[in-house]
């Protein structure tokens, strides 16, 4: 990875509100070459010395940069976990990367734990080691296939690796902290009280390296061990009788409320309220710019209503608006495409917009006849076809919203921009209103039909004049550029937003 790359990482994690921890007992002959090589990967290393006995503290006081937590007695790898996550949370952090000191993990691996963190955020991310050719002892091949078994009788999940000590903890989010036992199997037990409360565990490949036999640091007690993890399995399953498994079920069932709340909610307003009254109100007299301006006002405040007032339970939602921003004056107003409730996002700041939308939207049943009558226009009449439609309305004071990536998003990654906005704007000779929008595609993900928990946020950035579209280049050089932006902004939006996730 090229020196670029790594700066751009490191800046990533620690605006992502990543750090490493680093728990260490005894270590001293390869603390300081797996510190110094975590510092390379991130900016934030926090290391734990756990009694140490040898040279590791002097070790580690020669290492500038890191953040030292020490104390003179050996309490076990779960107190040092629980020391280092609590460091981490007093200095603001939200995840904590755990790698063992012993350099059986490489410190390069950890662009692997960021590109998941940023694919599920609020995830613990636990590092699947490939074990293929690795010479390891029956006993250790054994301990891992039984707390494979133990964790998915305990859960109801099936994980490759439950041993792994490679993991990257979203801090805020951890159940069961206070009550982690002090030795080896602590691990296990946050794993276990993690999945409980439906964090989401997604496991990512990483290398593993075992020095020869005679060279091996190791300090897993066998007879101790496994019966410390013996009794604490006991333990377990008995929990996840009477707490791991009604938390199951009530998670199961509150989802299925909320989505079909959320449903009943929408169909209701759509055929009992919304699609009667529109009905009626255009049967009723002539069709006129008055009558026409009222139903764009009605699609407003409906969805003022909506989105404003938890229409869609266990969301969150919040937007900004740039200071330059007026909806009063026409403009061609692009977004990001995430999901179905994209729409309802952005008709919250103005009546006066209009959406150049899918030929599905058009003719649905549910408010198809609405979409119709406020002049939304199917994008498959093509632009040129559109233009005369789209300059009467810009002269009415009308904005026209296009969502540049034609389809929504499958994983909330910025498409491809296609021309079109750019051809309306430079035709129409009027600004471009960028809207950045999060949280649609994380809450009802493309080709899903069951509503997640999770915010929403919209921001209103500050309009581009034809003036700076044209030294931009061509339409497609400022499809081009604006993708770019786009993307470098997303991701900005996104590390603010899922630190707290």
């Not at 605006?15 to 260490?24: A, E």
């Not at 007879?223 to 079920?249: H, K, Q, W």
């Not at 759509?270 to 699609?275: A, P, R, S």
């Not at 994008?379 to 990536?405: C, F, N, T, W």
Request: glycine share 8%; aromatic share 12%; with cysteine.
């Amino acid at each position: 990875m090229k020196q670029t790359d790594k700066d751009k990482q490191q800046q990533t994690l620690h605006d992502r509100g990543i750090c490493v921890v680093i728990p260490t007992y005894n270590n001293g002959g390869t603390i300081t070459v797996v510190v110094r090589d975590a510092l390379r990967e991130c900016r934030d290393v926090i290391v734990v010395n756990d009694g140490s006995t040898d040279n590791t503290s002097a070790e580690l006081h020669q290492v500038a940069g890191i953040t030292l937590v020490e104390y003179t007695t050996n309490r076990g790898k779960g107190y040092a976990l629980r020391e280092g996550f609590k460091r981490a949370l007093d200095m603001g952090f939200s995840y904590a990367i755990t790698l063992d000191g012993d350099g059986q993990h490489y410190p390069s691996d950890i662009h692997h734990f960021l590109t998941a963190n940023q694919k599920h955020p609020g995830a613990l991310i636990i590092g699947s080691r490939q074990l293929e050719g690795v010479e390891r002892s029956e006993g250790s091949k054994f301990a891992n296939k039984f707390s494979n078994f133990w964790f998915c009788v305990q859960t109801g999940r099936i994980l490759p690796d439950t041993q792994s000590g490679y993991r990257l903890y979203p801090l805020k989010k951890l159940y069961g902290l206070s009550f982690v036992t002090s030795r080896y199997e602590a691990e296990l037990e946050l794993l276990v009280f993690a999945s409980w409360h439906g964090i989401e565990i997604e496991p990512v490949d990483i290398n593993v390296y075992y020095p020869p036999r005679e060279e091996r640091v190791s300090h897993f007690r066998p007879g101790i061990d496994f019966a410390r993890i013996s009794v604490l399995n006991t333990l377990l399953c008995f929990l996840a009788i009477v707490y791991g498994l009604p938390l199951r079920l009530f998670r199961l069932l509150s989802n299925v409320v909320r989505t079909v709340y959320s449903l009943l909610f929408v169909l209701f307003f759509c055929f009992c309220v919304i699609t009667p009254a529109v009905w009626v109100y255009v049967k009723i007299g002539k069709m006129t710019e008055k009558k026409r301006h009222n139903l764009h006002r009605l699609i407003y405040k409906s969805t003022r209503f909506v989105m404003l007032h938890h229409g869609i339970p266990g969301t969150r939602f919040r937007y900004k608006i740039a200071e330059s921003v007026d909806f009063d004056k026409p403009s061609v107003v692009i977004c990001n495409h995430q999901s179905h409730i994209d729409l309802a996002c952005q008709l919250i700041f103005t009546p006066n917009i209009i959406f150049l939308t899918n030929q599905w939207v058009w003719h649905n049943p549910l408010y198809g006849l609405l979409i119709r009558n406020a002049e939304f226009y199917p994008v498959a009449e093509g632009i040129d076809e559109l233009m005369p439609k789209l300059q009467s309305l810009v002269h009415r004071g009308y904005s026209i919203a296009v969502y540049p990536e034609g389809t929504r998003s499958k994983d909330c990654t910025i498409g491809r921009f296609h021309q079109g906005a750019f051809h309306i704007a430079e035709q129409l000779g009027i600004n471009i209103v960028p809207m950045y929008l999060y949280g649609p595609g994380k809450i009802l993900p493309k080709k899903t039909y069951h509503l997640r928990k999770g915010p929403i946020y919209i921001e209103v950035g500050e309009p581009i004049t034809n003036a700076q579209l044209k030294a931009m280049g061509d339409t497609k050089s400022q499809a081009s550029q604006l993708r770019k932006h786009y993307i470098e902004k997303y991701e900005q939006i996104a590390n603010q937003i899922e630190q707290n996730v």
